[in-house]
């Protein structure tokens, strides 16, 4: 529970804020909305002014360079991107399809003041959309995570969800991951005091960095870093930190980004840690002067007595390899791992149905990773798509083995709630095998997402017994 001292208005909200670890998410992403990647809406990129090209780097194909070409009218465009790609019908859709949380793609740019306009370009405005949508699924009672998806100086090479189609790498430097913990002292923020984001529990770190360590250099330093600006701002919030106190002093207790400046010289926290803070003020006071929030931010009473802390989330540690670091080392409260999953890039199983199947229904990664002590694990991204023409028959059983292996951890969110259904992606052959709606209207997904059209549906691929191989053979057949 969480309550709001808003002026003479007090409201008192009901935000199950930490994520208990028991109930399963059965989630979508809500990819392409605020990170948008034309592949997943091709007509509606071209109609906004966008290109298509083999190699992203080479045309308008990402938001950046989208925003270079067209200074003038990029606020404009996405501005009616973002009002109609993910809408209150779409929320109603996912509450009935029975969706409880979702993964929210984000930019860096989302926290404007974070951009240096000098060399890069970004729309503006995101931010007033983020938060009716949020406010939308808390009113629906669907939870959210907050993804930092694409990072300053951009986390991995030649990739249209970073925002910026490039092969110069440069978030792993000591200047973008200050901006990344900058943006995470607003979001924590913004996750507590805002009322309109009641129903964000999680926020993740970083959406897949680059999977050779050696070329992350000081990542593990950036999670210690990343957790201790989450709790260092729920610390000055007076919400309960593992191991730490700190006074809030009676003069700046009804003024929580002043609360926040005179934390920044507490030597509790890293110089690292400090400075992040120090940053976040000016940025928060800007956004509480354009979104309304001065009362919120700087004129309430910010104490909280029985509020729980956000769960940080992080890549689990077997999505990296080479001497890389273990997320769990610096957990310091709730905190949980997102493994992604696909098997149509290649590289996972071989490219028929046997193969898929035996490779789900033997899936390992949550057994690993809690050996890891990375635990809870939820598959933050995953999808129907294959590397073959795969038949609706097959799609029935690769939907339920998929959601069958996931909830052995924390639960699945889809990649991704929806797609562009159009003459470009030849109607809904993309829709098909990408979007989570489309998928129940076609009787892929089960109307209930927690249940499965066959329980039994991996039973043939895991060798308890020949007999059951058989039963699965005669079922194949038929
Ligand atoms: C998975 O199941 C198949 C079929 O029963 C079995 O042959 C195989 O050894 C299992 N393990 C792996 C890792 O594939
Ligand atoms: C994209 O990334 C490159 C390489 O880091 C950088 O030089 C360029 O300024 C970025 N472009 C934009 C528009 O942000
Ligand atoms: C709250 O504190 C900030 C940061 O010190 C300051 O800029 C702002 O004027 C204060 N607001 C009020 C209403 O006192
Ligand atoms: C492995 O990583 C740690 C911490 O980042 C570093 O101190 C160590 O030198 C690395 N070891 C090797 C063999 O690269
Ligand atoms: C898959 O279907 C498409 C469209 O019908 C066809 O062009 C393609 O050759 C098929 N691919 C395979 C591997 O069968
Ligand atoms: C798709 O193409 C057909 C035939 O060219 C055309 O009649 C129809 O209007 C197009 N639909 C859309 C949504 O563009
Ligand atoms: C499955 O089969 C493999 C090889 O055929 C075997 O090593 C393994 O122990 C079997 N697993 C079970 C659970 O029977």
């Known amino acids: 529970m969480r309550i709001l001292l808003a002026g003479l208005v007090l409201s008192i909200t009901l935000v199950t804020r930490a994520w208990d670890g028991n109930s399963k998410i059965y989630g979508v992403n809500l990819g392409s909305w605020l990170v948008l990647e034309p592949w997943m809406l091709p007509q509606g990129w071209l109609?906004?002014?966008?290109?298509?090209?083999?190699?992203?780097?080479?045309?308008?194909?990402?938001?950046?360079?989208?925003?270079?070409?067209?200074?003038?009218t990029v606020?404009?465009?996405?501005?009616?991107?973002?009002?109609?790609?993910?809408?209150?019908?779409?929320?109603?859709?996912?509450?009935?399809?029975?969706?409880?949380?979702?993964?929210?793609?984000?930019?860096?740019?989302?926290?404007?003041?974070?951009v240096d306009r000098s060399h890069e370009s970004y729309p503006r405005g995101g931010l007033g959309y983020l938060r009716r949508g949020l406010k939308w699924l808390k009113d629906a009672g669907i939870e959210a995570i907050l993804d930092h998806h694409a990072l300053p100086?951009?986390?991995?090479?030649?990739?249209?969800?970073?925002?910026?189609?490039?092969?110069?790498?440069q978030f792993y430097t000591p200047y973008n991951y200050h901006r990344a913990l900058v943006w995470t002292a607003v979001m924590t923020t913004l996750s507590h005091l805002d009322s309109d984001f009641g129903s964000v529990f999680?926020?993740?770190?970083?959406?897949?960095?680059?999977?050779?360590?050696?070329?992350?250099?000081?990542?593990?330093?950036?999670?210690?870093?990343?957790?201790a600006t989450v709790r260092a701002?729920?610390?000055v919030l007076g919400i309960d930190v593992p191991f730490m106190t700190l006074d809030v002093s009676a003069s700046v207790s009804n003024n929580f980004t002043a609360a926040l400046s005179a934390a920044c010289s507490s030597t509790i926290f890293?110089?690292?840690?400090?400075?992040?803070?120090?940053?976040?003020?000016?940025?928060?006071?800007?956004?509480?002067?354009?979104?309304?929030?001065?009362?919120?931010l700087e004129a309430s009473s910010f104490r909280k007595q029985s509020n729980s802390p956000l769960t940080t989330n992080f890549m689990d540690m077997n999505w990296q390899y080479n001497n890389n670091s273990n997320p769990a080392d610096v957990a310091d409260g709730p905190q949980a791992y997102d493994n992604h999953l696909y098997y149509n890039f290649g590289g996972v199983a071989d490219p028929n149905e046997k193969a898929y199947m035996t490779s789900i229904c033997n899936l390992t990664r949550v057994q690993n990773d809690a050996a890891q002590h990375n635990s809870p694990l939820w598959f933050g991204e995953w999808g129907?798509?294959?590397?073959?023409?795969?038949?609706?028959?097959?799609?029935?059983?690769?939907?339920?083995?998929?959601?069958?292996?996931?909830?052995?951890?924390?639960?699945?969110?889809?990649?991704?709630?929806?797609?562009?259904?159009?003459?470009?992606?030849?109607?809904?052959?993309?829709?098909?095998?990408?979007?989570?709606?489309?998928?129940?209207?076609?009787?892929?997904?089960?109307?209930?997402?927690?249940?499965?059209?066959?329980?039994?549906?991996?039973?043939p691929y895991t060798n308890h017994s020949t007999e059951s191989r058989r039963a699965h053979h005669r079922r194949l057949i038929h």
């Open 47 to 72: 109609d906004m002014g966008g290109q298509s090209c083999a190699v992203c780097s080479t045309c308008i194909a990402t938001e950046s360079s989208f925003a270079k070409a067209y200074p003038d």
């Open 233 to 235: 701002v729920e610390l």
């Open 202 to 227: 999680s926020i993740e770190a970083i959406n897949e960095p680059i999977m050779d360590a050696s070329k992350t250099p000081n990542y593990g330093t950036f999670q210690k870093n990343f957790v």
């Open 270 to 296: 890293t110089p690292e840690v400090q400075s992040a803070l120090a940053d976040a003020v000016p940025i928060l006071v800007e956004i509480g002067v354009q979104y309304e929030l001065q009362t919120v």
């Open 75 to 114: 606020d404009a465009t996405f501005a009616k991107h973002w009002d109609t790609w993910f809408t209150k019908d779409d929320v109603e859709a996912l509450t009935a399809a029975g969706i409880n949380t979702v993964r929210v793609p984000l930019g860096y740019w989302i926290v404007e003041a974070l």
């Open 153 to 169: 100086g951009v986390q991995t090479p030649g990739q249209m969800f970073t925002g910026n189609c490039t092969s110069d790498v």
């Open 384 to 459: 129907l798509s294959t590397q073959f023409n795969a038949t609706d028959e097959f799609l029935y059983q690769w939907a339920d083995a998929q959601k069958l292996a996931y909830s052995k951890g924390a639960g699945w969110l889809y990649w991704n709630f929806k797609t562009e259904i159009s003459n470009l992606t030849n109607g809904n052959a993309l829709a098909r095998q990408w979007s989570y709606l489309e998928g129940v209207k076609l009787g892929f997904f089960t109307k209930d997402p927690s249940q499965l059209h066959d329980p039994d549906v991996c039973v």
